[in-house]
C-alpha cells in the first residue's frame, strides 16, 4: 500500500520563490489526509494531481493564516463540485467560528456532512484513527495554540507467499486453514515478514521544543519547521520559531531516519544554507519545496 507525502506549500507566511504557505498531503491507496491549508492549497493540489475527492480528513496545527487561508476556498469547491462524502476537520478551539463564520459572511452553503472537531492543545492525545492510519496530536510552543501530527500506519496482517501455495497447489480450504492459523501438516512459513508499519510526524511551527522528543521515538520520517537558520536564533525565540540546527536536535534526539525542514522565511531565496546548518547535527537532512515527493 501506497504511504505517500507531497508537500504543497513549504514557505512560511508570504509566498516567495515559488513556495506556498504551509500544506501537505498524505495519502495511502483508497484516501489522503490534508495537513494545513495555506493560500492556494487548492490549486497546488491540482498542479500535483492529488484527487481532492480522496481527502477523507483535514488537520490543521493552528489558526495563523498561513495554516488556514486556504480551507473556505477548498470547502466552497467541494460544494460547487457535488461532494457527498462525510469531511473531518480537527483543529484547535476557534476552528469552528473561522469556518462558519467565512462561510456565513460570503453566503456560501455546504451540502455535504462537513464535521469539525476542537482538539485541546494542552496535552498529547490520539485524536482520530481508522483502517489506515492512527493520529496523535501533540502540543508545541508558538504564539498561539498549536499542535503538531504524529501518523502511524496500522500495522497490517503478513501477506501469504503465493509461491508456495502455487509450489504445493494448495486448495481454498487449505488457504483458508492457514489464514485460520490451522496446521495443514507441512513444515512451511506460509506467510511472508510482516512490514514495519510506516510512520510521520509534523511539526508545525514552534520554537524548540525537546519535550515532544518521547512522542516522536520510532517515527521514520520527521517535518519539524525551520523558519531561520541558525544566525536568526535570537530573531526565531522571539517569534516562537525553530532554526534548522533545532529542527535537527530534535530529529537527533528521537532517533528518526530521515529528517525534512521546511515552512521557510521569505528572506531566504536558496534554502541549501538551511540544510547545511542542520547536517552538521543530523546528516540525513533535506530541504522541502512546493511538489517534493517522498514514498515513506
Same mark, same amino acid.
Given at each position: 500500500?501506497?504511504?505517500?507525502?507531497?508537500?504543497?506549500?513549504?514557505?512560511?507566511?508570504?509566498?516567495?520563490?515559488?513556495?506556498?504557505?504551509? %500544506?501537505? *498531503?498524505?495519502?495511502?491507496?483508497?484516501?489522503?489526509?490534508?495537513?494545513?491549508? &495555506?493560500? %492556494?492549497?487548492?490549486?497546488?493540489?491540482?498542479?500535483? @494531481?492529488?484527487?481532492?475527492?480522496?481527502?477523507?480528513?483535514?488537520?490543521?496545527?493552528?489558526?495563523?493564516?498561513?495554516?488556514?487561508?486556504? =480551507?473556505? %476556498?477548498?470547502?466552497?469547491?467541494?460544494?460547487?463540485?457535488?461532494?457527498?462524502?462525510?469531511?473531518?476537520?480537527? &483543529?484547535?478551539? &476557534?476552528?469552528?467560528?473561522?469556518?462558519?463564520?467565512?462561510?456565513?459572511?460570503?453566503?456560501?452553503?455546504?451540502?455535504?456532512?462537513?464535521?469539525?472537531?476542537?482538539?485541546?492543545?494542552?496535552?498529547?492525545?490520539?485524536?482520530?484513527?481508522?483502517?489506515?492510519?492512527?493520529?496523535?496530536? *501533540? $502540543?508545541? @510552543?508558538?504564539? *498561539?495554540?498549536?499542535?503538531?501530527?504524529?501518523?502511524?500506519?496500522? $500495522?497490517?496482517? $503478513?501477506?501469504?507467499? @503465493?509461491?508456495?501455495?502455487? @509450489?504445493?497447489?494448495?486448495?481454498?480450504?487449505?488457504?483458508?486453514?492457514?489464514?485460520?492459523?490451522?496446521?495443514?501438516?507441512?513444515?512451511?512459513?506460509?506467510?511472508?515478514? $510482516?512490514?514495519?508499519?510506516?510512520?510521520?510526524?509534523?511539526?508545525?511551527?514552534?520554537?524548540?521544543?525537546?519535550?515532544?522528543?518521547?512522542?516522536?521515538?520510532?517515527?521514520?520520517?520527521?517535518?519539524?519547521?525551520?523558519?531561520?537558520?541558525?544566525?536568526?536564533?535570537?530573531?526565531?525565540?522571539?517569534?516562537?520559531?525553530?532554526?534548522? *540546527?533545532?529542527?535537527?536536535?530534535?530529529?537527533?534526539?528521537?532517533?528518526?531516519?530521515?529528517?525534512?525542514?521546511?515552512?521557510?522565511?521569505?528572506?531566504?531565496?536558496?534554502?541549501?544554507? =538551511?540544510?547545511?546548518?542542520?547536517?552538521?547535527?543530523?546528516?540525513?537532512?533535506?530541504?522541502?519545496?512546493?511538489?517534493?515527493?517522498?514514498?515513506?
Amino acid at each position: 500500500m501506497p504511504f505517500k507525502l507531497t508537500v504543497l506549500g513549504s514557505n512560511s507566511a508570504i509566498p516567495a520563490f515559488g513556495r506556498n504557505p504551509s %500544506g501537505q *498531503v498524505l495519502e495511502t491507496d483508497n484516501s489522503a489526509y490534508l495537513i494545513d491549508c &495555506g493560500e %492556494g492549497t487548492q490549486m497546488r493540489m491540482d498542479e500535483f @494531481k492529488i484527487k481532492k475527492s480522496k481527502i477523507l480528513v483535514i488537520f490543521i496545527s493552528h489558526l495563523h493564516g498561513d495554516h488556514i487561508f486556504g =480551507l473556505p %476556498g477548498l470547502i466552497t469547491s467541494y460544494c460547487l463540485g457535488g461532494r457527498s462524502k462525510k469531511l473531518q476537520i480537527f &483543529g484547535p478551539h &476557534g476552528l469552528k467560528e473561522f469556518i462558519h463564520t467565512t462561510l456565513n459572511l460570503s453566503y456560501s452553503y455546504v451540502n455535504f456532512d462537513l464535521e469539525i472537531t476542537e482538539i485541546g492543545t494542552e496535552i498529547a492525545a490520539e485524536i482520530y484513527s481508522d483502517h489506515n492510519v492512527m493520529v496523535e496530536a *501533540v $502540543p508545541l @510552543k508558538h504564539r *498561539v495554540p498549536t499542535m503538531g501530527f504524529i501518523f502511524k500506519e496500522n $500495522p497490517r496482517r $503478513p501477506k501469504l507467499n @503465493k509461491s508456495l501455495i502455487e @509450489k504445493y497447489n494448495l486448495s481454498k480450504e487449505q488457504i483458508v486453514q492457514i489464514l485460520n492459523g490451522e496446521d495443514i501438516g507441512m513444515d512451511e512459513e506460509w506467510f511472508l515478514a $510482516p512490514r514495519i508499519p510506516r510512520s510521520y510526524a509534523y511539526i508545525s511551527d514552534t520554537s524548540y521544543a525537546p519535550e515532544i522528543i518521547p512522542h516522536l521515538k520510532g517515527i521514520q520520517v520527521l517535518y519539524h519547521e525551520a523558519t531561520y537558520d541558525e544566525d536568526k536564533r535570537t530573531l526565531a525565540e522571539e517569534r516562537y520559531h525553530s532554526t534548522s *540546527v533545532d529542527a535537527a536536535r530534535i530529529a537527533q534526539g528521537c532517533g528518526c531516519s530521515k529528517l525534512l525542514l521546511g515552512h521557510f522565511s521569505s528572506r531566504y531565496h536558496s534554502t541549501e544554507p =538551511l540544510a547545511v546548518s542542520a547536517k552538521t547535527i543530523f546528516p540525513n537532512t533535506e530541504c522541502v519545496h512546493d511538489g517534493f515527493v517522498l514514498e515513506l
